[in-house]
């Protein structure tokens, strides 16, 4: 069974800090990986992707990848309340289609 | 910014009742996707559709379910009979490419009573 693996937290943060989410997948053959964001009775909204190891940036947010571990991470920097929402990670665990695999979801809170 | 959007965003059905769920996606998008999320749940994958054909469906894609698309628009999941377990939120999702990650439509809330 390939297995997406979150903490589902609540993870509370103040406001201003970096909050950080974490992600294990079982398949060691992953090609593509995603964090999504999902508000509370709201579809996922793609905020980041990742292919490759190492860090990719996009504003206050940084996915880190590393393969070996089978481990993917966002971070998120100066933490504001409307960043307070359920993160998503996904992953394209299956070679040649593109289904994607869901874990729970971490559930942030950024306290003011 | 483009958008997929989804129709009805809740329907309510008496069980063995079938539903069709509509989907428009993004016009240039060529991979399409039902996925559900039971209340509390995981996102979980259904269907994907390209060329006009699916190219994958899950276990929980039993011989209830079939999609559509029936014009160069319109893409839909109809379940033929449903069940109190089809209760759940679903959500049409189209790619580009499925390597750049989908864009979802903000779901249709599906109730069986």
């Known amino acids: 069974q390939k297995e997406v693996e979150q903490n589902s937290g609540p993870l509370s943060v103040p406001e201003g800090a970096i909050a950080s989410l974490n992600c294990t997948y079982s398949d060691r053959v992953s090609q593509s990986f995603f964090w999504y964001r999902q508000y509370s009775g709201k579809s996922p909204e793609l905020i980041m992707s990742i292919y490759s190891n190492g860090d990719k940036e996009d504003g206050r947010f940084t996915a880190q990848l590393n393969k070996a571990s089978q481990y993917v991470s966002l971070l998120i920097r100066d933490s504001q309340p409307s960043d307070s929402a359920t993160y998503l990670c996904?992953?394209?665990?299956?070679?040649?289609?593109?289904?994607?695999?869901f874990g729970t979801g971490t559930r942030l809170t950024i306290i003011p | 910014e483009p958008e997929v959007t989804q129709t009805p965003s809740h329907q309510v059905t008496q069980m063995g009742q079938e539903v069709i769920l509509r989907c428009v996606p993004i016009?240039?998008?060529?991979?399409f996707y039902w996925y559900r999320q039971i209340l509390g749940q995981k996102v979980e994958f259904l269907v994907s559709?390209?060329?006009?054909?699916?190219?994958?469906k899950s276990e929980i894609f039993d011989d209830q379910f079939s999609v559509e698309r029936p014009d160069g628009s319109n893409f839909t999941l109809k379940i033929r009979s449903t069940k109190l377990e089809d209760s759940a939120m679903y959500f049409c999702?189209?790619?580009?490419?499925?390597?750049?990650?989908?864009?979802f439509g903000s779901g249709t809330r599906l109730t069986v009573v």
């Open positions: 999702a189209s790619s580009e490419s499925g390597s750049y990650g989908y864009t």
């Open positions: 559709f390209y060329n006009n054909e699916i190219s994958e």
């Open positions: 996904a992953v394209n665990m299956d070679f040649g289609n593109e289904k994607l695999t």
């Open positions: 016009s240039n998008h060529l991979y």
